[in-house]
């Protein structure tokens, strides 16, 4: 962001509080809407408070000055109004800097939120290779591509993890959510948002293993596009499903309080 003459024209006359009050609120406004913008304002508030101070103390030596002159004596050097000139000016510098040092995110963002959230969901080890077997037979060919993209989705490989699960025809009911909810991830995990909540919109709303969950990532994708209300929506009805743990239910609330409105 530019620091122009006009932009500390305007800080200034908003602290001051001689804007228009229309003026006043869309500036309020924007302020909210940019930190780096609330960041010049707080350092222009700092420095128009030590001015004060500063002239304060200039007028105090200006006066001890006279009444040196006065009674014919040579003030200290505490006293000389250049002293107390140089200390506000030293004072003020070291207040900035300090400001300016301070670390400032002392709560995370929704979009820092949002990426620490936005991450492959944990998934048990499958087998990987060959033909799989159970009970001495072999898993149908669609099973096994199921279990083999889980085992793919769990080494972080998802372009071929969803690749497999493309080519499921044919799963047994307990496992088609399941199938879904994975291919949304997948889609996520490679950045396609779009695509990705369109398959997790798919999972019915009487699914107690996995709606819960994509509620959730479909609210962290809302988030990420700026969609909040929509968010906000998806990332209740996750809550409301009583299927997550209480960690994730504190994740959850966490980018709900942290969304702008």
Avoid at 14 to 35: G, M
Avoid at 36 to 43: G, N, T
Avoid at 143 to 150: E, R
Avoid at 166 to 190: A, W
């Amino acid at each position: 962001m530019e620091i122009s003459d006009k932009l500390i024209e305007r800080i200034e006359a908003y602290l001051d509080q001689s804007l228009p009050p229309a003026a006043q609120h869309e500036f309020a406004a924007e302020i909210a809407a940019d930190p780096e913008l609330a960041e010049e304002v707080q350092v222009q508030q700092l420095i128009n408070e030590f001015l004060i101070v500063a002239r304060r103390r200039e007028s105090t030596k200006n006066k001890l000055a006279l009444i040196a002159q006065k009674h014919s004596y040579t003030p200290s050097l505490w006293q000389q109004p250049k002293f107390w000139g140089y200390a506000a000016v030293a004072s003020i510098a070291l207040f900035i800097l300090a400001f300016l040092m301070w670390p400032t995110k002392l709560t995370p963002t929704y979009q820092e939120i949002t990426e620490s959230q936005l991450q492959a969901y944990p998934i048990e080890s499958f087998p990987i290779s060959g033909s799989l077997w159970r009970n001495g037979e072999e898993v149908p060919q669609d099973l096994s591509y199921l279990v083999k993209a889980k085992a793919l989705y769990k080494k972080k490989s998802f372009s071929q993890a969803f690749s497999l699960l493309e080519r499921i025809s044919h799963i047994p009911d307990v496992e088609q959510n399941g199938t879904l909810f994975y291919k949304g991830m997948c889609l996520i995990m490679t950045d396609q948002l779009d695509p990705a909540k369109d398959i997790l919109l798919d999972i019915p709303a009487d699914d107690h293993l996995y709606y819960g969950l994509a509620q959730w990532y479909i609210g962290l994708i809302e988030t990420k596009l700026g969609n909040f209300s929509a968010a906000r929506r998806h990332l209740a009805l996750a809550i409301s499903q009583n299927q997550l743990s209480q960690t994730e239910v504190q994740h959850i609330e966490q980018l709900m309080e942290s969304l702008p409105y």
